[in-house]
Nanobody
Framework: QVQLVESGGGLVQAGGSLRLSCAAS????????MAWFRQVPGKEREFVAG????????YYVDSVKGRFTISRDSAKNTVYLQMNSLKPEDTAVYYC????????????????????WGQGTQVTVSS
């Protein structure tokens, strides 16, 4: 079973940057589409960004387009989320997730379709 461990969260001022990392425990990770989600108390987990298994295609929620970049390094079994121009509304717990489905043209955006999850990392953006 794939285990995912996020890191890189923290407190940053509006306009600042953070890079989140998600390390997977197995090489099988390289065959899975991956995504980042975020959640605030009382709200459903929200898709932020996703990347196909090859890394060739990415997809973002509109609110982060042009500010966030998802990438993956299969040699390191790691997926990243570079977050620039952060806003207070980006404050949330961020989770990485792996999807065991194969042959997807684009990463899926519904949280309940993902099979493996990390423990989450808190991102707080102050105004």
């Amino acid at each position: 079973q794939v285990q995912l461990v996020e890191s890189g969260g923290g407190l940053v001022q509006a306009g600042g940057s953070l890079r989140l990392s998600c390390a997977a425990s197995e090489r099988a990770f390289s065959s899975y589409p991956m995504a980042w989600f975020r959640q605030v108390p009382g709200k459903e987990r929200e898709f932020v960004a996703g990347i196909t298994s090859s890394g060739g295609r990415t997809y973002y929620v509109d609110s982060v387009k042009g500010r966030f970049t998802i990438s993956r390094d299969s040699a390191k079994n790691t997926v990243y989320l570079q977050m620039n121009s952060l806003k207070p509304e980006d404050t949330a717990v961020y989770y990485c997730a792996a999807d065991r489905s194969t042959g997807l043209a684009l990463p899926r955006t519904h949280w309940y379709l993902y099979d493996y999850w990390g423990q989450g990392t808190q991102v707080t953006v102050s105004s």
